[in-house]
């Protein structure tokens, strides 16, 4: 279905990285696979990572690169990395470039995943690419990754789980771990049969593009736009993905909260409501309508109008 040589469903998209990882250390030596952290052997264990792509996406990047056994080496800075940054950091002990594809990660001044390819193939090294939450389930394999790694429960609507595609020997790699750290991550036959199905559906599915999204959400930013205190706006998504947002700015000082505060009584209702809170420090969040229908755009709406009442 996705034209890869080969893929497999894993429990979540972290557990995709932490085997991704563990395959490329291991590959098919059979000691290092069941003893993964306690062996001495000398193999290759840095993944190099560009700096602003070291994220906690829930949980830390860094971590599940240690649960597969391997150590990451920083490329480039908090606020760029070049394919030569990149490249810099190439040792005898490098086993791969990891390469994180999202909108938890500095955008700019960033190399793309076709230019982290180049690296990777110059020093016959692999490249994973976390695209956990990216919905292109083809071009990041097409642009040279040899394993990419998605979230069964994001773009896709599957249930939890992931997605593991890649080159066949890597991926046959990667389904060794299920004798190594993968059994602590062992997918249920449910996730198997559901995740390939939902792939199935969103394959063949017709997508709502940012321009329907920016029609759908034109009432709700009006009616918030009539509020005190409160205004709106379209924004785009950060990564690049065709996705339109409502940003919502609260005027902390007028309201008399901070945004956190109005955010968790917005979570407490007999609705809960939940925003994309990245900015809220800024006083402003993000409404992400996918999955949103045009009522509870109107509930969404009512109750911060309650917020404001008598304002
Ligand atoms: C969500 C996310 C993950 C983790 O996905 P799970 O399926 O929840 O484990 C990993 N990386 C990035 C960039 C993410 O956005």
Not at 158 to 169: A, D, E, H, Q
Request: charged letters at 20%.
């Amino acid at each position: 279905m996705l034209n890869v040589e080969s893929a497999v469903v894993v429990s979540c998209a972290s557990a995709g990285i932490a085997q991704a990882i563990a395959a490329v250390i291991v590959r098919d030596d059979d000691d290092l696979l069941l003893n993964l952290h306690s062996s001495s052997k000398n193999v290759p264990r840095e993944i190099i990572l560009p700096k602003g792509h070291n994220v906690n996406f829930g949980a830390p990047v860094d971590t599940m690169v240690a649960l597969g056994g391997g150590k990451v080496i920083e490329a480039g800075f908090a606020n760029e990395c070049s394919p030569t940054q990149l490249s810099a950091k190439v040792t005898p002990q490098t086993a791969a470039i990891l390469y994180i594809k999202s909108h938890h990660t500095v955008q700019k001044s960033m190399l793309s995943v076709s230019e982290a390819a180049a690296v990777a193939r110059q020093h016959n090294l692999p490249l994973i690419v976390d695209a956990a939450a990216e919905e292109d389930l083809t071009s990041y394999y097409q642009s040279g990754a040899d394993l990419v790694i998605y979230s069964g429960a994001k773009a896709i609507e599957g249930p939890t789980s992931g997605l593991v595609i890649g080159k066949k020997t890597y991926v046959e790699w990667v389904k060794r771990q299920s004798q190594g750290i993968g059994r602590a991550m062992k997918v249920g036959k449910e996730g198997i049969l559901g995740l390939t199905l939902a792939i199935e559906q969103y394959l063949t599915a017709t997508k709502e593009t940012g321009a329907e999204m920016v029609e759908r959400m034109g009432e709700f930013i009006e009616a918030l736009n009539s509020l005190p205190a409160i205004s709106a706006r379209i924004v785009w998504d950060a990564a690049g993905r065709d996705i339109a947002r409502a940003e919502i700015s609260f005027d902390e000082k007028m309201i008399g909260k901070t945004t956190y505060q109005i955010m968790n009584e917005l979570k407490q209702g007999d609705t809960a409501i939940y925003f994309r809170e990245y900015k809220a420090n800024e006083g402003k969040v993000e409404a992400d309508i996918r999955s949103v229908s045009n009522e509870q755009l109107n509930t969404i709406a009512e109750r911060i109008r309650l917020l404001v009442k008598g304002m």
